[in-house]
């Protein structure tokens, strides 16, 4: 099957249709047809990574349809980092490509690992690059008129994945570049407003498929 963005928007909502028939489905029977549509998933996502589009649209929209199958299907954090094309060779360090892993990939990659303990040291690496693309940027000016910044902020801020203290890192590493006065209370009212609602991705969407397909992530592009 093609992998372009359109046939990752039509398996998902070929999976909404499967899901929906084996809603009422004897456990075991439908546990059994979960496991089979993981295993394809996967497949077809190791697939596109393997032919140099690691961390592409489409295996982004893959690992998402993969998050709405449950827990029970969870991917291992070196299976994760070969999909997106990170480099975890060196134990504990974890090397993302600078050319293609931005706004998409970043959201993608810690919606699926969620809060899971297990991810700990890749989502703290994630919101590392995170802190290091923002501190590239001459001034918060710049990182305003980078629509990706902006996203990344906002949604990261929102994000119920990341702890007080990581969101810290990332609100820092933008408020600083104005002045450190009152640093920590600007940091705790600028968390406070992005938390106020969705920005740009929405995080609670796990257990409701339909919404992410309606929203411009799973939407086919071409």
């Known amino acids: 099957m093609s992998t372009r963005v359109h046939s990752t928007h039509q398996i998902g909502k070929l999976i909404l249709f499967v899901k929906a028939f084996i809603k009422d489905a004897p456990r075991d029977i439908s546990e059994i047809l979960k496991k089979y549509i993981f295993d394809d998933l996967i497949l077809i996502a190791k697939n596109i990574s393997d032919h140099n589009r690691a961390g592409s649209v489409e295996a982004c929209n893959i690992i998402i349809l993969a998050k709405s199958l449950g827990e029970l299907y969870d991917l291992s954090e070196k299976e994760i980092c070969h999909i997106f094309g990170i ?60 629509s990706d910044c902006v996203m990344l902020t906002m949604d990261l801020l929102r994000c119920p994945f990341l702890s007080q203290d990581q969101k810290t890192l990332i609100a820092r590493a933008i408020l600083k570049k104005r002045t450190l006065d009152n640093i920590h209370s600007r940091i705790a009212d600028f968390i406070a407003t992005a938390a106020e609602g969705d920005w740009f991705f929405s995080w609670e969407a796990d257990s409701d498929l339909r919404s992410l397909l309606m929203k411009k992530e799973l939407r086919p592009a071409y």
Do not use: C, H, W
Not at 108 to 133: P, Q, W
Not at 134 to 141: N, P, R, V
């Open 87 to 146: 480099d975890d060779r060196t134990i504990g360090i974890f090397k993302f490509p600078k050319d293609y892993f931005g706004y998409f990939q970043i959201v993608t990659i810690i919606y699926y690992m969620g809060s899971a303990s297990i991810f700990n040291a890749l989502r703290d690496a994630v919101v590392g690059f995170v802190v290091e693309i923002l501190d590239k940027e001459d001034s918060i000016g710049t990182i305003g008129l980078r």
